[in-house]
């Protein structure tokens, strides 16, 4: 999630992009919370890939909200606004469909859909890899573009950098990255904008090639560390994952929003 964070910001060029991501797992969970009810309603089950397929349908379908509202909204903080308003619909519908559950399921999807990292098994680790490590390979073969893309659409083309397709691939890894997460784990806010800024911070550097490697280390700390407190904080009642990641992340989002609103007023 930190690595699809990471690509969002570059794609919309604003360290404040990250709540993107809330929208876009909320989308995955929306599709895989469908996915599920249906298939366990009837009595089947589901495989690993069609939840990350549904996760994905998910995914890209705010994405595309998201880039539609782009077109006509220039100000980041109505897109902002508008990434957690898709974040809380999609929230909401998922609500409704868990309503719709069977009661035997009901316990199941609930934990899911709170974000947890406790129905893990290797097995899905693995499958997770496959998915996980191509698009990571990719976001790194695009560390160049990347950093030409930093400096302006205007300096990417002049330098070779076709942005149009630049900016689907980013679009789509980052997509692949947070559906992957959302589909085994659930979906777990504001990894996606805490850890990149926190990663360039410490590192002093904006770098692609730099950050890139901290957002995936400093990501997988960040959620074990919060994975720790919520199994152990209460002990024996676990917390979910996405609250704690939302105690730590929320006031990297207000700071950022503030540190912005303040520059710019002194512009």
């Known amino acids: 999630l930190s690595a699809a964070g990471y690509l ?7 360290p404040i992009a990250g709540p993107f991501v809330m929208g876009i797992s909320s989308g995955a969970k929306l599709a895989v919370a469908l996915t599920m009810v249906v298939f366990l309603n009837r009595g089947l089950l589901t495989n690993s890939f069609t939840l990350i397929l549904a996760a994905f349908a998910g995914a890209m ?5 998201v880039l539609a509202v782009a077109r006509r909204v220039q100000r980041m903080s109505i897109l902002v606004i508008c990434g957690v308003m898709i974040g809380y619909i ?5 609500d409704i469909v868990v309503a719709f559950a069977q009661d035997s399921n009901i316990v199941n999807l609930h934990n899911w859909s709170m974000g947890s990292f406790s129905g893990m098994t290797w097995g899905n680790v693995g499958t997770a890899a496959v998915i996980v490590l191509p698009c990571l390979t990719a976001a790194f073969l695009l560390s ?11 300096y990417a083309q002049s330098v070779g950098v076709s942005v149009r397709s630049f900016s689907m691939l980013l679009v789509l890894l980052s997509s692949l990255l ?6 085994f784990a659930g979906p777990i806010s504001f990894v996606g904008i805490a850890v990149p800024h926190l990663v360039k911070q410490a590192l002093g550097s904006a770098k692609p090639l730099h950050v890139l490697p901290g957002c995936v280390l400093g990501g997988a700390a960040f959620c074990l560390l919060c994975d720790l407190i919520a ?4 002990a024996p009642t676990e917390l979910s994952i996405s609250s704690v990641t939302a105690v730590f992340g929320a006031p990297v989002v207000i ?3 503030v540190r912005r609103h303040s520059g710019e007023g002194t512009a």
């Open 8 to 14: 969002l910001q570059t794609f919309f060029a604003n």
């Open 90 to 94: 999609c929230s909401a519908v998922t």
């Open 231 to 234: 199994r152990s904080l209460f």
């Open 178 to 183: 947070a559906a992957c997460v959302t589909a």
């Open 144 to 154: 160049k573009p990347m950093a030409a893309y930093q400096m302006g659409e205007a």
């Open 61 to 65: 379908a705010a994405m595309l909200f």
């Open 255 to 257: 700071w950022l929003l």
